[in-house]
């Protein structure tokens, strides 16, 4: 990617559904352009823009962080991983642990249950779990939705199904496969973008050929996160923040340009009065980045 293309990214990131027009202003490019780069990293596969439907919504409640460290090499133990459907997020890392894992589940037995079943793998020798207590940033998660007394019709569940597969779909296309005038259906969009139901945003092919250093952190303070919070909020790459229970009290995941800025990042933290301790790894190899989730338990048990 060249630097537009980067800064487009950080934009579909933020909003997966914005215009040309608006992200060829935040870019300073000219629509066109803009057209032309982003259809390009989407048709090449560079680029996806989704719809992730928030967990709470679906009843996934149990949110956490799996550190495996295993006896030689992980590749047969990542395939194993890579087929747990509480997965979102695998991926091969330097550091003590070689494997790093995001699940989302219903309940905290079903948690017991991966963590039991990721122990029974031959090479597997240790499972280090971190529960998410509050997520503060994230890219496919924003804040909470009111779940309590929340509608979602049939028609709600086939919006959210489409643009599970294509965050772009435009409001003309959705409304012809689903029966809405075009009207209606950019206010069913809206409402559930707007009410934090799902977040539309982009993700960026992990490939060999990706130029970021993906880097994750994991931070202990002395006293409250608001410190590391502030500092974080000043830094484009981010793209996770959560506190947590376990070993850290926040962990990060964070994109940045050059082994430089991946040092000036990390000392900046670990500089900070409130850190008493910074680990970090770097993401070698992200086999799996799909926040997509089925909706069939929203149809059948209607939502959580």
């Known amino acids: 990617m060249n630097e537009l293309d980067q800064s ?36 090449s596969g560079q680029v996806r823009v989704v ?13 956490g962080h799996l550190a495996v460290k295993v006896s030689s090499d992980a590749g047969e133990t990542l395939r194993s991983i890579d087929a ?15 494997i790093v894992i995001e699940v989302r589940m219903a309940t905290m037995g079903e948690l017991y249950e991966v963590v039991a079943k990721i122990r029974s ?45 294509d965050g772009r779909s435009g409001f003309a296309e959705i409304a012809a496969s689903v029966g809405l005038s075009m009207s209606a259906c950019r206010t069913r969009v809206l409402r559930l973008i707007d009410t934090n139901i799902m977040r539309v945003g982009a993700i960026a092919s992990r490939s060999d050929g990706f130029e970021s250093i993906i880097f994750g952190s994991g931070v202990t303070l002395s006293g409250d996160a608001s410190e590391v919070i502030e500092l974080l909020s000043g830094i484009d790459g981010v793209e996770f923040v959560a506190r947590t229970v376990g070993r850290y009290s926040l962990v990060v995941t964070i994109a940045v340009d050059s082994q430089s800025a991946y040092n000036q ?20 190899s992200i086999l799996r980045e799909r926040y997509e989730k089925s909706l069939d338990r929203l149809v059948s048990d209607g939502p959580s």
């Open 84 to 98: 747990l459907d509480s997965a979102v997020y695998v991926s091969e890392t330097t550091g003590p642990y070689q």
């Open 121 to 165: 793998l031959p090479d597997v020798v240790e499972v280090n779990v971190l529960v998410y207590e509050h997520i503060i940033r994230s890219l496919f998660l924003g804040e909470e939705p009111a779940v309590d007394g929340l509608s979602l019709d049939g028609t709600d569940i086939d919006i959210m199904t489409i643009l599970q597969r």
């Open 51 to 63: 719809a992730a439907v928030h967990p709470r919504v679906l009843g996934l409640s149990v949110l």
């Open 8 to 43: 487009l990214l950080r934009q579909l990131q933020k909003d997966g559904r914005a215009s040309f027009s608006d992200l060829a202003k935040s870019v300073g490019s000219s629509r066109a352009a803009v057209a032309v780069r982003v259809n390009y990293l989407i048709n």
């Open 265 to 284: 990042i990390v000392h900046s933290i670990r500089n900070l009065k409130s850190v008493l301790h910074l680990d970090s790894w770097i993401h070698t």
